[in-house]
Every structure is written in C-alpha cells, then in structure tokens.
C-alpha cells in the first residue's frame, strides 16, 4: 500500500535560518508531488507542484523553493526564513495516468514557527 | 474560471443534529469531486468522492455527499453529527492540470459540535 511521510512534525525556527521539510511516498511509482501551505483561517494555498524528477511549478513567488531528486521525495526550502514563513505545511501526492483517480493522500504536516 | 466555493467559513450544530455542508464548483465537463476531514494538527483525510454513476456517494465516518450536475453542487450531509465530527472540511474538485495540479480546493468550513 502507499504510504507518505513528512518530517519532521514540528519546527522552531529563527527569522533568517535556513530551512529544509522532507516528504517521501512509497509504494508508488510517478507520482505527482504537492506542498501547500496553511496559515490560520486562510485554507489551502498551493506552493509547489511537481510531476517528475527536476520538474517544480510554482504557484506563488515567495521565500522558498522546492526540489526532486528523486522520483518519490519532495522537498520544501529556504535559505532565509522570515517571520511571514510561519504556518503548517502539507505535503500531498497524487496518482497519474488514465487509471488514477486524481484524488490526493496528504502526509501528517509540519508545524512551523519562525520566531 | 475553474473554482470551488464553499460559502460556510463556520457552521456550529448540536450533537445529534443533522449537517449540510455546501460545495459549488465551476467546471466544464463532469468532474471527479472530493471531500476531506482535517482535524486540528493534522492532515486531510479522503471522506469520499464521486466520479461517475449513481449521484449519492456514501463515504467513512457516516457521511454522504450528493453531485447535482444542474446546481454543480456536492454537498456532503450527516444525519447525525457527533462531537468528534468537529474539524475543518474541505471540497475539492479536478482534474485540472497545468500549474494548478489535479484538483483545486475549496476554502474549507469548520464544523463545531455544541454538546
């Protein structure tokens, strides 16, 4: 059965440190790939999406960046963190091709504070 | 435009009472509809979708949603709602594509359960 994980759970960062979230699916093979971000009370916003190894669309210019090394693992960056970074991260990930329902398995999230 | 409205932010019933939660959509061909739970710190979790046949799909938790091509609805009801059914639902709906990925979500209405 697939699986996805997202580590770690929660994070205190200080303004202006780097940051790195990691998310890995198994038991799949192409998946598309999703970060989204939740402020309080302001739903889903979309960062990043990624069909493939080195393919990374991103939905808004902000702080941070996404990359793919490797076909199942996803990760969220930024060199400088700002207090505006603060929110909970989801990651998700998706099946593709005619067979896929397209419906979407979210990982646990990230809790992130940037004091 | 493609997008999914959820007109309810906040919607507060009494335990044992029965819900209604609204989801609009706008899209141009039948689409694959979703509803998703997420309980304060966590992920979302798949309650149910439809993509095709009978337009009253029963999902987890006792919960039931009904695709109305003619209103472009899909409402998801609960006879009786439980204190533990407090969360935040979210609709969504796709495939899309492109740089929004498969599916758009709506803006999520948090339930609350008065006792």
């Known amino acids: 059965s697939q699986t996805i994980h997202q580590w770690p759970a929660t994070l205190v960062q200080p303004v202006g440190s780097p940051l790195s979230l990691e998310c890995t699916v198994e038991?799949?093979?192409?998946?598309?790939l999703y970060w989204y971000r939740q402020a309080a009370g302001r739903g889903l916003q979309l960062l990043f999406y990624?069909?493939?190894?080195?393919?990374i669309s991103s939905e808004v210019p902000q702080n941070l960046s996404a990359s793919r090394p490797q076909d199942r693992q996803f990760i969220l960056s930024s060199k400088k963190l700002l207090l505006s970074d603060s929110g909970f991260y989801l990651c998700?990930?998706?099946?593709?091709?005619?067979?896929?329902?397209?419906?979407?398995?979210f990982g646990s999230g990230t809790r992130l504070t940037v004091v | 435009a493609q997008s999914v409205t959820q007109p309810d932010i906040h919607i507060t019933v009494s335990e044992g009472a029965s819900l209604e939660l609204r989801c609009n959509y706008s899209?141009?061909?039948?689409?694959?509809l979703f509803w998703y739970v997420q309980s304060p710190g966590q992920g979302l979790q798949l309650l149910l979708k439809?993509?095709?046949?009978?337009?009253l799909v029963q999902g987890i938790k006792g919960f039931e949603a009904e695709f109305k091509r003619s209103q472009s609805s899909f409402n998801l009801r609960k006879p009786s709602v439980h204190w533990s059914d407090a969360a935040e639902y979210f609709c969504?709906?796709?495939?899309?594509?492109?740089?929004?990925?498969?599916?758009?979500f709506g803006k999520g209405t948090k339930l609350s359960v008065k006792p």
């Open positions: 998700a990930w998706s099946g593709t091709g005619v067979l896929s329902d397209y419906g979407y398995t």
């Open positions: 038991g799949t093979s192409n998946p598309n």
């Open positions: 990624s069909v493939g190894i080195g393919q």
């Open positions: 899209y141009g061909a039948t689409p694959y």
């Open positions: 439809y993509f095709s046949g009978d337009t």
């Open positions: 969504a709906v796709g495939p899309y594509g492109g740089s929004q990925g498969n599916l758009i």
